[in-house]
């Protein structure tokens, strides 16, 4: 398989993108409803979200691009559809929980984002099984951010 530069490039630029608006839902709370909240004992510090999600949206491009540029007989709609809706309920996430304030809503939406992501990987293994590994780090961040959500949602 040859990894295409420009499919590499949009990729990328599609998740960075995706991150950026998430962002934008983000900054303007973690200082005023994000600092008020009682948060659990392992909760990160706050400057160390925008590195690890800015790492995992590189990995998540990279994925896609290596998904895309596979050889394969078969059609790969859906695993080009799964990806895009996991991504979008990444960015609602961040909607729900830090713009709307509401960490109830966040954590249905971030269980749903998990089974997207397994399913993302089901479907990326079968045509390349790097694209789905690059998915693990992702799995994991969110899993411990479905800890961090469910415990905002107890302690507060």
């Known amino acids: 398989m040859k990894l ?9 630029l599609l998740c960075i993108t995706i991150g950026a608006i998430g962002g934008f839902f983000t900054s303007g709370e973690i200082d005023t409803w994000y600092a008020a909240l009682e948060k659990p004992p ?27 540029s596979a050889e394969y007989g ?22 729900l929980f830090f713009k709307l304030h509401s960490p109830l809503l966040a954590l249905i939406d ?13 479907f990326f293994a ?11 780090p992702y799995l994991a961040w969110v899993s411990f951010a479905t800890y961090l959500n469910l415990s905002v949602l107890q302690l507060n």
């Open 74 to 95: 078969n059609s790969k709609r859906t695993g080009f559809m799964v990806f895009l809706i996991q991504l979008g309920l990444n960015l609602l996430w961040s909607l």
């Open 4 to 12: 295409q530069l420009w499919k590499l490039v949009l990729s990328v």
């Open 42 to 68: 392992l909760n990160p510090p706050d400057w160390i979200f925008a590195p690890v999600w800015t790492t995992l949206y590189i990995l998540m491009g990279i994925s896609l691009a290596l998904y895309w």
């Open 110 to 122: 971030i269980v749903c984002l998990i089974g997207f992501i397994l399913t993302n990987m089901f």
């Open 126 to 136: 079968r045509v390349s099984r790097q694209s789905a590994l690059l998915l693990l």
